[in-house]
């Protein structure tokens, strides 16, 4: 056999992730290899650090880019903070909430499950009873932005409810780093994980982290050795920390490149207004939605801007119609995972990818392949509704 380059199409990525990644990113990330010890590159990684600061709006030292996609930051956080026999309440409303859970038991961890439906957010009032009869937990871990479901949860309240029990916070912040308002420090949490290929646009394989000293010492204190050699915060510090370099492993160069233009990026436009526009394309979207006849899964209060979670409408095969947007309009939107599978599906308006151009795109290729399926939909009305709400990127 022999292979010659691959050429991939060229798609509108408005599913969950990845999503569209901006020119200047992957330009960013075709300039030449340097040695990860070469100190044009250390001061990029010191770059880097800075801006991921920025973006979690913290000052915790400990913040760093963990080579590997955001399934690994939130396993760093896990296997770092969990001792064998502890116990951590994990609220499940969604799939990475079942993912936590996952991580607890294999780091040696009792789980203590809060459980809230999928389609709403993660209860305060169960949290607070759980703490109340598990006096003896230390940690509280929960998804910020569950994009499983299109949810968002109040990280503040969670987390001052988890301090005020003396518990430390893990908290998963994939889908929100960049999109919706997140503040590390004034919301007091302590172990926070994200990714780049959601609302940061950048390519996947990297999971920022960061970690305050309340979370460091409590790694510091540790009785048992980390078990995962490669996540262990203790040797990456070696190699990401601020003296003298020792090698860990080689960082992924490139991708780092794409990462610190990417948050570069986010600098230039501005945090505040980077979420200012998620969530007015996320209202031209769903104007143009409800117009069509079309309804959301979660209720308003607590839907995630980035990720619009949609009821099938009646008769609709989601799998044909997921195909065709792809096949026809080259044109990625997801499907619904778990028990939702079939049932919804999931468009994201993530980083670079929340523009007009999308919406209007997304409204009107699923506008006309609903209407040819004969789903029972309104047409003719999405893209003006989008139009009257929509502000100018
Ligand atoms: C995408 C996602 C992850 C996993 O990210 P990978 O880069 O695929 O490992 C974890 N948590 C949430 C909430 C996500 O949306």
């Given at each position: 056999m022999s292979y010659t380059s691959f050429n991939p199409p060229v798609r509108t990525l408005m599913g969950p992730g990845p999503s569209d990644v901006h020119p200047r990113v992957l330009t960013a990330m075709a300039r030449p290899t340097i040695g990860h010890l070469d100190p044009a590159f250390i001061a990029m990684m010191e770059e880097i650090k800075g801006l991921l600061q920025y973006a979690f709006q913290t000052g915790n030292a400990l913040t760093i880019p963990i080579s590997a996609p955001a399934s690994a930051g939130m396993e760093a956080c896990f296997v770092n903070l969990v001792e064998p026999g502890e116990k951590v309440v994990v609220c499940i409303n969604g799939v990475f909430g079942a993912r936590m859970k996952e991580n607890i038991e294999r780091a040696g961890g009792v789980p203590i499950v809060v459980e809230d439906a999928m389609g709403t957010p993660v209860s305060p009032d169960k949290l607070e009873d759980a703490l109340k009869t598990h006096r003896d937990a230390r940690i509280v871990a929960f998804v910020h932005a569950e994009t499983s479901t299109g949810v968002q949860s109040d990280a503040k309240t969670l987390a001052g409810i988890a301090r005020h029990h003396d518990c430390l916070t893990i908290v998963d912040t994939v889908t929100s780093l960049g999109g919706s308002p997140l503040k590390v420090d004034e919301w007091g949490l302590d172990a926070v994980y994200s990714g780049s290929q959601k609302c940061l646009s950048c390519t996947p394989g990297l999971a920022p982290l960061t970690m305050n000293d309340r979370a460091v010492d409590k790694i510091k204190q540790r009785?048992?050795?980390?078990?995962?050699w490669f996540l262990d915060l203790n040797l990456v510090m070696g190699y990401w920390g601020s003296g003298k370099r020792a090698y860990h492993h080689t960082a992924p160069i490139n991708t780092l490149y794409g990462l610190h233009e990417a948050l570069a990026m986010l600098q230039e436009e501005g945090l505040e207004h980077s979420w200012a526009r998620h969530r007015h394309q996320h209202l031209a979207l769903r104007s143009g939605i409800e117009a069509m006849g079309l309804s959301f899964l979660v209720r308003e209060s607590a839907r995630l801007p980035q990720l619009n979670a949609i009821v099938v409408p009646e008769g609709v095969d989601e799998a044909v119609l997921r195909n065709r947007l792809l096949n026809d309009y080259n044109l990625e939107i997801g499907a619904g995972l778990g028990a939702l599978a079939g049932r919804i599906i999931r468009i994201g308006l993530m980083?670079?990818?929340?523009n007009m151009k999308n919406v209007m795109y997304c409204l009107e290729a699923l506008e006309a392949v609903l209407a040819d399926m004969r789903a029972p939909i309104r047409t003719g009305v999405a893209m003006n509704a989008a139009q009257n709400v929509a502000v100018p990127n």
């Open positions: 009785k048992t050795r980390v078990q995962s980083g670079y990818g929340a």
